[in-house]
Structures are given as structure tokens and as C-alpha cells.
């Protein structure tokens, strides 16, 4: 079985650069010292996110590396919809231990690529680094957003209602793998409702609920009855498994009936009034919960 040691760094070369999708935007692509970009408009700003996943932390040796592949294009896309952004251009970078078979970076690109291809995104470019440690796979995510139109985390205030897209919890039997970004409901959301904050759930609605408040020097108030839980799922599992990948967002009361299209609009996804914003004073704290990365565990 050949492996990265036998092919070496521009035999892999040659077998992913055709891989790679243009997608807009794309003045020069993959092959010279870096992509070249055509500028957005004076009517956009850009977003630029990176994100990880490593062997052994975001999923194991056994997993498929088409939905290796996808996962981690899908992560860095996710921020790019919790802020109500449309993804554009991105980088790749491996690090692999040089005795894996050629053919698990093919499927691994391939995931990539299919994703890629689906939300129009294009792959300009990247790093190739062995390793002695575990694989890692880190996308560079450029997106754009109408100028000032960005959705954040601080913008929440008292008397604001709380919603969630999809269903929470159970994230480890497949979802973390197969989730699809919320790209398409978030700017839905911003041309209908523009929400006051929101963020994706990457690491449990308990770790990260918290984290907007914060951010928008509130409290929260949830009705854990009301929690959207995935099948085989209780409350717990909802607030703490993390990597839902739903968006949460705050709405002020007197925007709520433009909620009213959601249902035609996406009819296989539900919307979950789970609480409400209010001051520092009067929230509620959950039990420590949620995915930590340096958490002892």
C-alpha cells in the first residue's frame, strides 16, 4: 500500500489541486504563493473565520474521511451563518503523519468539496505539514456580509424573546458529522426579522446561551420544558452535548410576527420560542455543562 511517505508533497499536490472548486470570487487560485481575490463591493464587509478539527478530539481514526471532510468545512461555515454571512473562499491546511494511504486525503477532499460545491464556496489554496501527532485539519474562511448587517452576540436586550432552530442534545450518534450549516435560514432571518444577537450552537446551548449574555451584559430566563430535544434525548443532554450547529438568536417581542413565513419557508425545520432575555440581575445560571477543550475530563 503506498503511502504520503511514498507519493511525497507534490504527488499529493497533483492528486488535490484538481480537486479544489473555484467558487466566486476567484482571481487566481491554488498553485501560486497565494490565491488572488477579486475585492467586495463597497456595499459589503468581510467576515474571516478559522477553525480545527483533530483526530481524537472532533472525531476518531474509523470515521470516513468524506465526513472528515465535511465536518470541518462545515464548522467554519456555521460562524459564518451565526453571523448572517455567506461564505465565499477557503484554505485548507493538513497535518498528517506520512504513513496514511493517499486515498483517505482523496476522500477527505471529496467531503470538502461536495460541501464546498453545495453552498457555492471555492477552495483557493492551503498547507501540506507531517506529523507525528494526530491528524488536523484547520480551514481559513473567508465570507461576506452587507455592510453593517453583520448579526452579533452583544446585541440582545432585556425583554428580548429566545429562539432556536432544529432539535438539540444526541449530536454524538451521527449529527456532529452530518449537520447542515444554517446559512440559508440566517439570512432569511436577517431580510425578515434581523435578530438583535445570535450565534451557532457549537458547544451546548448551557455553555453557550451564557456566552451571548455575557456578551450582551444581560441575563436569560429558560423554560426547560420548552427545550427542542433530538429523540432518545432528555434536557441535560440538550444544554450539554454540544455541536448542535442550530442557531440561537434573541428577537425583540414587536418583530415576532415576522416569524410568521418561517413555517413555508422551511417546513422540515423547527423554531422554538425556549426563553427570554433580562437583566444581569434576574437571570438564571445553569449547572456547569457544555463542551470545554481544556476542561479535565
Same mark, same amino acid.
Given at each position: ?11 499529493? #499536490? =497533483? ?6 472548486? &473555484? ?17 467586495? *463591493? ?10 480545527? +478539527?483533530? *483526530?481524537?478530539? @472532533? ?8 465526513? !472528515?471532510?465535511?465536518?470541518? #468545512?462545515? &464548522? ?9 454571512? =455567506?461564505?465565499?473562499?477557503?484554505? +485548507?491546511? /493538513? ?10 486525503? !482523496? ?9 464546498a460545491e453545495y453552498f457555492g464556496v471555492g477552495i483557493s489554496g492551503g498547507e501540506l505539514s507531517s506529523t507525528a501527532g494526530p491528524v488536523t485539519v484547520t480551514i481559513a474562511l473567508i465570507g461576506v456580509v452587507p455592510?453593517?448587517?453583520? !448579526? #452579533? ?7 428580548? /424573546? ?20 444554517? +446559512? ?7 431580510? @425578515? %426579522? &434581523?435578530?438583535? %444577537?445570535?450565534?451557532?450552537? *457549537? ?9 451571548? %449574555? ?10 426547560? @420544558?420548552? #427545550? ?44 422554538? @420560542?425556549?426563553? =427570554? ?7 438564571? *445560571?445553569? =449547572? ?8 479535565? &475530563?
Amino acid at each position: 500500500m503506498a503511502t504520503l511517505k511514498d507519493l511525497g508533497e507534490e504527488g499529493l #499536490l =497533483e492528486i488535490i489541486l484538481p480537486l479544489l472548486p &473555484r467558487g466566486s470570487g476567484l482571481v487566481i487560485g491554488a498553485g501560486d504563493d497565494a490565491a488572488v481575490l477579486a475585492a467586495p *463591493s463597497a456595499e459589503e464587509e468581510l467576515l474571516f473565520k478559522i477553525d480545527a +478539527v483533530v *483526530s481524537g478530539v @472532533h472525531f476518531t481514526p474509523e470515521t470516513p474521511p468524506e465526513l !472528515v471532510g465535511r465536518k470541518a #468545512l462545515a &464548522r467554519a461555515i456555521s460562524d459564518m451563518a451565526a453571523m448572517a454571512g =455567506e461564505p465565499r473562499q477557503a484554505l +485548507v491546511s /493538513l497535518a498528517l503523519p506520512k504513513e496514511i494511504d493517499p486515498s483517505w486525503v !482523496v476522500g477527505l477532499y471529496n467531503g470538502l468539496r461536495q460541501l464546498a460545491e453545495y453552498f457555492g464556496v471555492g477552495i483557493s489554496g492551503g498547507e501540506l505539514s507531517s506529523t507525528a501527532g494526530p491528524v488536523t485539519v484547520t480551514i481559513a474562511l473567508i465570507g461576506v456580509v452587507p455592510l453593517g448587517g453583520a !448579526v #452579533l452576540r452583544s446585541g440582545a436586550r432585556a425583554g428580548d /424573546l429566545l429562539f432556536v432552530t432544529g432539535e438539540l442534545g444526541g449530536s454524538l450518534t451521527e449529527h456532529h458529522l452530518t449537520f447542515q450549516p444554517r +446559512v440559508k435560514e440566517a439570512l432569511w432571518l436577517a431580510a @425578515h %426579522a &434581523r435578530p438583535s %444577537a445570535m450565534m451557532d450552537l *457549537s458547544d451546548g446551548l448551557g455553555k453557550d446561551l451564557p456566552r451571548l %449574555a455575557a456578551a450582551s451584559a444581560t441575563g436569560f430566563c429558560v423554560n426547560l @420544558h420548552a #427545550l427542542p430535544c433530538r429523540a432518545g434525548c432528555g434536557t441535560q443532554k440538550a444544554l450539554g452535548d454540544g455541536e448542535d450547529f442550530e442557531l440561537l438568536f434573541a428577537l425583540p417581542p414587536e418583530k415576532l410576527a415576522s416569524l410568521a413565513g418561517w413555517g413555508k419557508a422551511f417546513p422540515n425545520l423547527p423554531l422554538t @420560542h425556549i426563553g =427570554e432575555i433580562v437583566s444581569q440581575e434576574k437571570g438564571y *445560571s445553569f =449547572e456547569p455543562c457544555g463542551y470545554d477543550h481544556f476542561a479535565q &475530563r
